[in-house]
């Protein structure tokens, strides 16, 4: 028999709420897009079904599951949806939640007065509904908001007027926090705040230990131990930070465990215990490792926190290392530190792209590094690890041993420098870049130069960091000759990133495309015709040129062709968003990341792509961030080795470089770092051409051979 109306409506309000629970249980373990998913088939159902306060519940849940994912927009639609919808209803609470996360949206964008007139909305609903929690939440972010000393002050009253909960221990724990980011300032001189801070922080965790809830206790003693740090009590500071630690491995929470690891380290580094500061920051690295795959909570919507918080991480364990090894007792512990030491750097810089792309396509790419160390008898592997106080040159021999080199040049004394000398080298009616290329020269290839030649070395492999990746390191100076008139020059993002094979030119396929024309507002291109003629004529395949030259087309071709060298002769641009990354095609703008999904598909082949070859892209100048998705475009992309430019250079020179660096890859059978620097040579001795502005940002990246 069919259930009455009576009966229907409580199974469908117990169904909606069990369906919420799941979903917030979802949201809990960083399983955003399950969430979303879940909430967005029961909200068509309660649609369908024509359940008004259903469909209030669940478009509210909806946008707080696309604003952890990131999603702003959707995020903005569902939440205000929702809100509409609850104030219709008369749910005064169900408002408040909903103002309360597009506050939170709003902040995340920068938006700060959205923001705090949100919150404070959210405030005001929830007292109105009785809602004493969410109110509360609300009032604390209402005062991060504005950084008023008032509105502070008022809502710790708040937070300590609640009961003993959850809610009421991250309310503290707000507020011991620094307002949000573009607001006033601090509620009280400094030293006034400390002592208030480290009394919220008490409460804070007096209230966890209450609840038995170890992840929230495990916050408030490392912030604790923060607090005492800065106050001049190390001892006291790294008890309360092992005890944060404890209480974060019992609430397993890696994130957690990471940030006190590391504050341990750096407690025991500056009592001068550097053997134990080193365990505990390789604890730290070792913690990042598992949230690799974890769900970022605010996606896009949060900038990037890596150089700030996780960076800082792998920089210091990798300085320990390298300065504990200059103290070693003897040469085995001596290359055991320094091996670690490069271990470390690589992580590092691997973990650094996969921030930057925001996927897995790193873990994808990353190749054996015990196999790349004797790959190459003539290379030498150049890691330079700018610190804050000097740079540190590793050396990787191609014997396996290590070697390290210290130059008294800061992280910022460095990064001016660099910028200096980017900013004239594209100048190519001077030659105001020399005396930086000079200095860039002593500080990173000097302290070594002496013994390559000896060593047989004829490449260099750069694996540069920073602002380092925005410069041209083939236009270095002695004072007589570029470095690139010596060495064959190549970088990449990381070793272990990196599948140095030598180029397979037996059946090697070749696809060709490009733009001769304006599309999109960009420059016409009219040497790109000449370009693809040429490089037709020594590598053969198919040419797509304008029209042709379709996203489609060129998905297609990559879809049933097994392409070996892809030439794209066409603008591309690389920003500090690698979402915001393209290259463009007779149809419009081409993402980086379709691109790299159409590219990828080869990479599953026996053969993947070999060569990657874009000659008209370029990187924001100075942009290290740019800088940094332009180097690991061949990870992204998963070829093998990518040329690029780091800025955009004029048309015939392009088309003679990228004609001569094919003749000698393909016909004189060079090694693709060979093969460029004879090209780069040739445009030296050519005086049209002999400005570095011309060939110096041409880079090859990924595997040199």
């Known amino acids: 028999m069919p259930a009455s109306g009576s009966d229907t409506a409580p199974t469908a309000a117990r169904e909606a709420a069990a369906i919420l629970r799941l979903a917030q249980a979802e949201l809990a373990r960083g399983d ?67 103002l309360n996360d597009l506050g939170t949206l709003y902040a995340l964008r920068g938006e700060g007065d959205l923001a705090l007139e949100a919150f404070e909305a959210s405030a005001a609903r929830a007292e109105e509904s009785g809602a004493a929690p969410l109110h509360v939440t609300a009032r604390v972010n209402a005062a991060r908001a504005s950084g008023s000393p008032s509105d502070w002050a008022q809502a710790v009253a708040a937070a300590r007027a609640l009961p003993i909960s959850t809610t009421r221990a991250l309310a503290l724990l707000g507020l011991a926090e620094p307002p949000m980011a573009g607001t006033g300032g601090d509620p009280a001189d400094a030293r006034q705040r400390q002592l208030d801070v480290a009394t919220l922080l008490h409460e804070a965790l007096e209230t966890a230990n209450a609840l038995a809830d170890d992840r929230t206790a495990s916050y408030a003693l490392g912030a604790l131990g923060g607090v005492y740090a800065s106050d001049g009590q190390p001892d006291a500071a790294l008890e309360l930070t092992w005890r944060a630690v404890r209480r974060a491995a019992q609430a397993d929470a890696p994130e957690s465990l990471v940030r006190w690891y590391a504050q341990a380290g750096q407690l025991q580094a500056s009592q001068g215990h550097s053997d134990e500061a080193i365990e505990s920051y390789q604890r730290a690295v070792d913690q990042l490792t598992s949230l690799r795959h974890r769900t970022r909570w605010g996606g896009r919507l949060r900038a990037s926190s890596f150089r700030d918080d996780y960076a800082p991480v792998y920089e210091a364990l990798t300085e320990l290392l390298l300065t504990r ?62 610190l804050r106080e000097r740079t540190v040159l590793l050396l990787a021999w191609p014997s396996g041993r290590f070697e390290q080199h210290e130059v008294p040049v800061g992280r910022e004394r460095l990064t001016a420098e660099v910028t200096k000398f980017r900013t004239r080298l594209e100048q190519a009616g001077t030659r105001r870049y020399l005396p930086y290329a000079q200095t860039l020269y002593e500080w990173l290839v000097a302290p070594y130069v002496d013994t390559l030649e000896e060593r047989g070395i004829d490449t260099l492999v750069f694996v540069p960091q920073g602002a380092l990746l925005t410069i041209p390191l083939a236009a270095l100076h002695d004072g007589e000759r570029f470095l690139v008139e010596r060495f064959a020059v190549a970088i990449t993002p990381g070793l272990e990133l990196t599948d140095p094979q030598p180029l397979d030119r037996e059946g090697l396929r070749a696809l060709l495309a490009g733009l001769s024309q304006s599309v999109d ?4 291109l009219p040497n790109v015709v000449q370009e693809l003629a040429e490089s037709q004529a020594i590598v053969g395949g198919r040419v797509l040129l304008d029209a042709a030259f379709s996203q489609q087309a060129l998905r297609d071709e990559l879809a049933t062709q097994p392409i070996g060298l892809l030439h794209l002769a066409t603008h591309a641009e690389f920003t500090s968003d690698e979402g915001e990354a393209f290259l463009l095609s007779w149809d419009g703008r081409i993402p980086l990341d379709a691109l790299a999904q159409d590219v990828g598909r080869l990479r599953f082949r026996d053969n993947p792509l070999e060569l990657l070859t874009l000659s008209a892209c370029e990187t924001a100048a100075g942009d290290e961030r740019a800088a940094l998705g332009f180097s690991g475009v061949a990870v992204k992309a998963g070829a093998r080795s990518v040329l690029g430019t780091l800025w955009s250079v004029d048309d015939p020179a392009t088309a003679d470089l990228v004609h001569r660096f094919y003749r000698g890859l393909l016909q004189e059978k060079l090694s693709r770092a060979r093969a460029l620097q004879a090209a780069q040579r040739e445009l030296i001795r050519d005086f049209r051409y002999s400005h570095p502005a011309f060939w110096a940002p041409f880079q090859l990246i990924g595997s040199w051979l």
């Open 325 to 386: 090894a200059r103290r070693a007792d003897g040469a085995e512990q001596r290359q055991d530190l320094l091996r670690r030491g490069r271990a470390t750097y690589e992580r590092f810089k691997a973990a650094e792209l996969r921030d930057y792309f925001r996927d897995d396509c790193v873990d994808a790419q990353q190749a054996r590094l015990a196999a790349v160390d004797r790959t190459s008898p003539s290379a030498l592997v150049v890691y330079p690890i700018p």
């Open 521 to 524: 507002g960009f420059a016409a």
């Open 32 to 98: 955003t897009q399950a969430a979303a998913a879940r909430l967005s088939a029961a909200l068509e159902d309660a649609a369908a079904d024509d359940e008004p306060s259903r469909v209030a519940a669940l478009q509210v849940a909806l946008g707080a599951a696309e604003l952890a994912r990131g999603r702003g927009e959707e995020a903005q639609h569902w939440l205000q949806a929702g809100a509409t919808a609850a104030r219709s209803l008369g749910d005064a609470e169900l408002e408040a939640t909903a």
